[in-house]
């Protein structure tokens, strides 16, 4: 429950500012803010647009020519 209300969040925080960010920026980003909220066992991946498949998308990098996913261990 904890774990949604945060994606949540970070999904509000994700706009088109962060489009046009550098993939792995993106990442550490977010990976530095799931860790400061204690989120464990998860995995952030960055993924072409067309191959995101069931992962929850929680950002976009290189003007939405990829998707950063997040997904539970």
């Known amino acids: 429950m904890k774990s949604t209300a945060l994606l949540i969040a970070l999904l ?3 706009g088109q500012a962060h489009a046009i960010k550098a993939c792995e920026e993106l990442k550490s ?3 530095t803010q799931l860790d400061g909220k204690g989120v464990k066992g998860y995995t952030l991946e960055v993924v072409d647009s067309d ?3 069931d992962a ?4 976009s990098c290189e003007g939405g020519k990829k998707k950063l996913t997040y997904t539970r261990k």
């Not at 929850?56 to 950002?59: E, P």
């Open 12 to 14: 509000a925080c994700i």
């Open 29 to 31: 980003e977010i990976a």
């Open 51 to 53: 191959k995101v498949a």
């Open 56 to 59: 929850k998308v929680i950002g």
